[in-house]
């Protein structure tokens, strides 16, 4: 019987340990606590973007369209950004840290500033956050770093949206395939595919 005592002190001590590692784990990926009537950070997020080189997280609520900036290595809260009511994607411009979130319903991408996650209330900062219009229901976009470049496909309207990042307007709008539904653009060469749905055809 000391035999079996020895044994299930023994047992406990291992299970509470576990129970107790496995507790600090998760720890780090639960939701932080509001102070007062703040709302959720994440009351519904749908979409996670990194950004590795600067070591920062964004997490999408699709509920209010507000995007939270997290630095990735600690998870700390950096910024809440209120970016797009309707949005539906999210890109990034890798050499510059600008962030770029796609408003289905009001046809246009919201442009954040890599500085609205500099400190302070991101919220504020309005002058880090700009709208521009783009074609009849986007549904994708992906940036062009190197060349600095957003393409967004225009679902309604059987086109593609050109955005020179630099000047932060729409420079061309080109005809592509029947309803087209996700862009890509190769890193190296800069050819941009587009998958039409419908039409089941690439331009």
Known sequence: ????????????????????????????????????????????????????????????????????????????????????????AMALNAQSGDLYVLDTLLNSVVMVKAGAWSGGSAESATSTVQRLLVGKQPTSLVADSSRNRLYVTNFDDNSMSVIDLTQARVIATLSVGQGPRQVVVHPRTGLVYVANEPERSVS
Request: proline content about 8%.
């Open 1 to 88: 019987m000391r035999g079996f005592a020895r044994v299930s002190k023994r047992f406990l001590v291992v299970a509470i340990i576990a129970v107790a590692a496995a507790f600090f784990v998760v720890a780090p990926f639960s939701r932080p606590a509001q102070p007062g009537n703040s709302p959720p950070l994440f009351e519904q997020p749908s979409l996670v973007l990194l950004d590795e080189q600067r070591d920062r997280a964004f997490i999408l609520n699709a509920h209010s369209g507000t995007v939270v900036g997290l630095r990735a290595s600690t998870k700390e809260v950096v910024g809440r950004v209120a970016a797009a009511p309707h949005a539906s």
